[in-house]
């Protein structure tokens, strides 16, 4: 069995890694000639929408499915023609317009932000009254970790925002007084089966995930079932998702959702019974799902920008490396470590010393 993966990154590594155990094969299509996951799998180097390859991708692979939700939409049409894709085409068609988010969230019954489609400087400036501040103006499309974004603290930032993002459609958020960003992770297989992972507690710094920690019993763990399971359900979606939520006060108000394995998730590789990578693969493939049963106290720190010295995390008690062969670049995702434990003491220790050499890179 070979699985075609849309993207070479860091996610479809992983999601390699996982599958090798399982005797399946995988071809991906990248255009980056140093795609991380080139050495795990069969590399078609170029463009996202090359017909060539695209039709070279349908005949080798059993199925398709990608690790970023940006695919075009001709692509995944093409491919879907001729081959199967999960997750399905209508998700990713929400998932790429935050306006369409938005409204989805609305229409399953799950709060959001208050939020405004914004097509010029006109309509932000009419959107203000309303909305308040501060407030966060984003593209539509195409945005991720933070870029096509601006703050907004008053009336004076308006017409600069507006000109940051270009003039492409957007939409204006307002802020909500969350006490912490969580975020759930399901998986769906054909069938009709769901997993749910615990709840991840994700720490942000400049619009990229940090820290996510996972969070066993609690106290909203149903509710965040519920939010997503009816997106699930409606979308008829096949693979992993991951839901991005707003604790506010009790209540958990949608941010966004990605289509596909998920940062906040890295932690179930060494923390789950079945990390969230090799679910992806039973799930598109309609294998019996595997236990997300957490395997104690579990974490992940993410390395942004440069590397902490290998033997300095490899020293830690219970802590794990995972380097994805990229060249080390500000802002840049180039590795992750987990931390899992059964002593509440040591997870503890570890957890910190990871966040204080992440935190030393990253400012390097």
Not at 138 to 144: E, L, P, V
Not at 186 to 194: L, N
Request: proline content about 5%.
């Amino acid at each position: 069995m070979k699985i075609g993966i849309l993207g070479g990154g860091q996610l479809a590594r992983m999601i390699a890694l996982a599958g090798y155990p399982l005797g399946l094969k995988f071809i991906v299509l990248d255009p980056d000639p140093n795609a991380g996951a080139g050495g795990l799998s069969e590399h078609l180097h170029g463009a996202y929408d090359d017909p060539q390859l695209l039709a070279e991708l349908a005949e080798k692979a059993d199925i398709v499915t990608y690790e970023f939700e940006n695919v075009p939409a001709d692509v995944a049409a093409f491919l879907s023609s001729h081959t199967t894709v999960y997750p399905p085409a209508n998700a990713l068609a929400v998932a790429q317009d935050r306006l369409l988010e938005k409204n989805f969230f609305r229409e399953l019954g799950i709060g959001t932000a208050p939020y405004r489609a914004i097509d010029s400087l006109a309509d932000l400036e009419q959107a203000m009254p309303e909305i308040g501040y501060p407030a966060i103006l984003k593209s539509r499309r195409m945005g991720y970790d933070g870029k096509g974004q601006a703050l907004l603290h008053s009336a004076q930032d308006l017409a600069a925002a507006w000109e940051s993002v270009a003039g492409v459609p957007c939409i204006v958020e307002g802020f909500v007084g969350f006490s912490r960003e969580v975020s759930i992770i399901a998986a769906r297989s054909p069938s009709g089966h769901i997993v749910f992972y615990p709840l991840s507690e994700n720490r942000h710094k400049g619009g990229i995930l940090r820290i996510a920690e996972c969070r066993n019993n609690d106290a909203l763990q149903a509710q965040a079932e519920n939010h997503v399971r009816l997106l699930l359900e409606r979308l008829g979606y096949v693979g992993v998702v991951a839901l991005e939520l707003f604790d506010v006060d009790g209540e958990l108000l949608a941010n966004e959702f990605a289509p596909r394995v998920h940062n906040s998730g890295h932690w179930t590789i060494e923390g789950a019974e079945t990390s969230q990578f090799e679910n992806h693969l039973r799930a598109i493939l309609d294998l019996p799902l595997g236990s997300t049963k957490p395997r104690g106290l579990a974490a992940m720190v993410n390395f942004i920008g440069g590397l902490a010295p290998d033997p300095a995390v490899l020293a830690l008690a219970d802590s794990h490396l995972h380097l994805y062969d990229k060249e080390p670049r500000k802002g840049r995702k180039v590795a992750h470590a987990t931390v899992r434990s059964d002593d509440g003491i040591i997870y503890a220790e570890t957890l910190e010393k990871l966040r204080l050499l992440a935190e030393a890179v990253d400012d390097s």
